[in-house]
């Protein structure tokens, strides 16, 4: 598309503009990319005044743990061959060896292959190379970069933090599943229903949306502790306390998230013409059987965008999961609050800094994978609202 | 017959607890306590000395369990919650200070407070930012977009912090700053510099959600109208004055909408930077009943009160957007 003449910018504003750009673009990644830094040195280093020593890490390097130029350019070399390789290579392998119809599940197994091996290569290859290289290389072969992974290792190991990612997983998992089953046959018999209720269930949605979680804990809590008493009438011996149960969490999160989700699919569902379903209707299929064949196969597009918000409001929860989860099914939001809030000492602190970071990583992925899809999740509210 | 597993869940799990915090607010449950007399003697010469004394004791059942009871006290726990009499002599002596010790009244300040400041903010970065990009070329688009959903994207609590983290004791943003304004700050030893660090962290974190909706609503401006606006002689703050601003208008009122029901929902942050000591929000508030205290309670009556009441005003914050959306569709019709 060209720019008509008269609507060309002017220098001074093109300047401004692109200044202003590469500003925020620096805004939006450096908390992120410099908590990722720190998690990698020791407490001297990262809490250091001087942004030099917390990229450089003097204090670490002395402590033996570093990079030396060589490894740096080795390691470089390698991921420039591996991303060079994941975008032409990988593709053909995967639609070679992958039936039709399998192309997410070929892609999944491909991508844990292909992180599999790069973490040997990383983690064993490049060091089994280089270690007797270093010392005949002079000043190459000598620590610039101060770099250690034992908070990671503290804190997945020694803390157990492998538990509160299990439960993360479980969790998120289990709200991403019961969400999107619920939600897609509710959105798609609202959206085929045609009465007004669709107008409703926006306000509905709206209010729930606006009220704050807090007011939804206060109820759940006192019934949730107490909930074995309450139950016994009703199940005798196997009443349940849901307090710290995992699966209560689940329900909970997944209904604090339905109205939105029905209202996010039923819009979806509507932009599929309803032609579609009446055309299998008329050739003898069921009501159900319609929905089964011909809108499940064309449905996912917005069935990933709600799955993807559900995910997030999951995966982020702090609230509801620290009022409603014991220590030991903890997840790891709450869990990381938890880790700075007694008397910390500078290394407790850089420990947590590692675990926001290990959380901060599959988010990471995710907007990587799924970009369009939250791109087109955010815009769709603002455009049927 | 779809919509019936959906429709189950919100009743039990959105209707009910609604309910059950409105029953709660006005009973209050405590362990019920029985008058004892206790005799404690300590050796003595030649007899041992005896005392008497009446102890309360809470009354335990056959399996060892504090009995308690369930009394209806009306309004107490909202008065609890709101302490009229303080904030009368507050308002009285006009003492700014002495309001502000009063928990209910110092987290509705500052949760209203957040959202007024951080409104306009959001608004006017994601404008801003929508607008650069849409003028920028097309090869840079995909990469900033990724970048700008990053804040968007983390986690909140880790997003706050994030940013304590560069600002805590000497951390590099705050020696920066010493450097630059060439004294000492600390910049979590007192309200008001963390309540400015939860403006920007908030900005930073909804700014992409508007840039993201105002790009998309920039797509479908239509590029006649902005050229027969220049044929008409506009100049740019014009052209922006008087097509996109309007063009755009349904996107900012949307993004105002939701950001009011988030801002309102002000929490995280509190946590993230520890703040609870100078500054609390009304979710905050409810939170900290709900969690147990040293002795392992929880004041769940004081809780849903103010849970009724935090719930109340975003009901009278949300009016007014309703009614007009209630109206819009009346004329529709």
């Known amino acids: 598309m060209s720019v008509p003449k008269s609507m060309e910018k002017p220098f001074w504003l093109k300047l401004l503009s692109n200044g202003f750009l590469s500003l925020w673009c620096l805004l939006a990644a450096f908390p992120i990319a410099w908590i990722a830094i720190m998690s990698f040195k020791t407490p001297f280093d990262a809490f250091s005044p001087n942004p030099f020593n917390v990229i450089f890490g003097p204090a670490t390097r002395s402590l033996g743990h570093g990079l030396t130029t060589l490894e740096i350019a080795a390691g470089l070399a390698l991921a420039y061959f591996l991303v060079v390789l994941a975008l032409r290579w990988l593709p053909r392998q995967v639609a070679h060896y992958t039936p039709a119809g399998y192309g997410a599940f070929g892609w999944l197994v491909a991508a844990l292959l292909f992180g599999f091996v790069a973490i040997i290569l990383f983690l064993v290859v490049i060091p089994a190379v280089t270690g007797p290289l270093n010392p005949l290389l002079g000043p190459l072969g000598r620590d610039i970069l101060g770099l250690t992974t034992e908070h990671y290792e503290a804190v997945w190991i020694d803390r157990n933090f492998v538990r509160n990612f299990g439960n993360s997983m479980l969790v998120t998992g289990g709200v991403v599943a019961i969400s999107l089953t619920v939600g897609t046959l509710a959105g798609y018999g609202l959206a085929r229903s045609g009465t007004d209720l669709a107008f409703w269930l926006l306000i509905v949605a709206l209010i729930f949306r606006a009220l704050p979680h807090s007011v939804l804990v206060a109820g759940y809590l006192p019934v949730f502790i107490k909930s074995a008493e309450i139950l016994r009438p009703i199940l005798g011996e196997f009443a349940p306390t849901l307090y710290g149960k995992p699966w209560a969490v689940i329900i909970v999160l997944v209904s604090i998230n339905q109205p939105f989700t029905i209202w996010m699919l039923s819009s979806f569902f509507q932009n599929i013409p309803s032609e579609l379903d009446e055309a299998a209707r008329v050739d003898g299929c069921s009501h159900f059987e319609a929905f089964r064949r011909v809108i499940m196969p064309v449905m996912w597009p917005g069935v990933i965008t709600a799955g993807l918000f559900s995910f997030l409001l999951a995966y982020n929860d702090f609230l509801v999961t620290s009022l409603l989860l014991d220590a030991r099914n903890m997840t790891m939001v709450p869990a990381i609050a938890g880790m700075f809030n007694r008397e910390t000492t500078a290394s407790d602190e850089v420990q947590a800094i590692a675990a926001a970071v290990s959380i901060t990583a599959p988010l990471f992925v995710l907007v990587l994978v799924f970009q369009k899809q939250i791109v087109s999740g955010l815009t769709a509210g603002a455009v049927k609202g | ?333």
């Not at chain 2, 003697?41 to 000395?49: L, N, V």
């Not at chain 2, 056959?62 to 369930?70: A, D, F, I, L, Q």
């Not at chain 2, 922006?240 to 801002?263: E, G, T």
């Open chain 2, 1 to 333: 017959m779809f919509v019936g597993p959906s429709l189950i869940l919100m009743l039990i799990f959105i209707a009910a607890p609604l309910v059950t915090v409105f029953w709660n607010s006005f009973y209050v449950t405590k362990p019920q306590y029985e008058k004892v007399e206790v005799e404690t003697c300590t050796p003595g010469f030649p007899k041992p000395k005896c005392t008497t004394a009446v102890k309360q004791l809470p009354l335990l059942d056959e399996n060892g369990k504090v009995v308690t009871e369930t009394s209806f006290v009306g309004l107490e726990s909202y008065i609890n919650v709101l302490e009229p009499n303080r904030l009368r002599a507050a308002l009285e002596a006009l003492d700014w200070n002495a309001l502000n010790n009063i928990e209910f009244w110092q987290a509705l300040r500052f949760t209203l407070l957040f959202t007024l400041v951080t409104m306009p903010l959001v608004i006017g970065t994601g404008l801003l930012i929508a607008l650069t990009v849409n003028g920028t070329i097309q090869s840079i688009k995909g990469p900033v977009i990724f970048v700008s959903l990053l804040p968007f994207i983390i986690t909140p609590v880790i997003g706050a912090l994030s940013i304590r983290w560069l600002f805590i004791g000497d951390g590099i943003l705050t020696a920066a700053l010493e450097a630059w304004l060439d004294r000492d700050i600390a910049m979590f030893a007192q309200g008001w510099t963390i309540e400015i660090l939860m403006y920007v962290y908030r900005v930073w974190h909804v700014a992409p959600f508007a840039f993201v909706v105002f790009y998309a609503g920039l797509q479908t401006l239509n590029n006649d109208t902005l050229e027969s606006a220049i044929v008409d002689g506009a100049n740019r703050f014009e052209r922006l004055r008087y097509v996109v601003i309007p063009h755009l208008m349904p996107l900012i009122i949307f993004v105002l909408l939701i950001h009011l029901m988030d801002a309102y929902r002000v929490f995280e942050e509190i946590v993230g930077f520890s703040s609870q000591a100078y500054v609390i929000s009304l979710q905050w508030l409810t939170y900290d009943f709900l969690m147990p205290d040293e002795a392992g309670t929880r004041s769940i009556s004081r809780a849903s009160a103010s849970a009724m009441l935090t719930m109340v005003g975003i009901i009278v914050l949300l009016v007014i957007p309703l009614r007009r959306a209630w109206r819009d569709r009346r004329k529709i019709h």
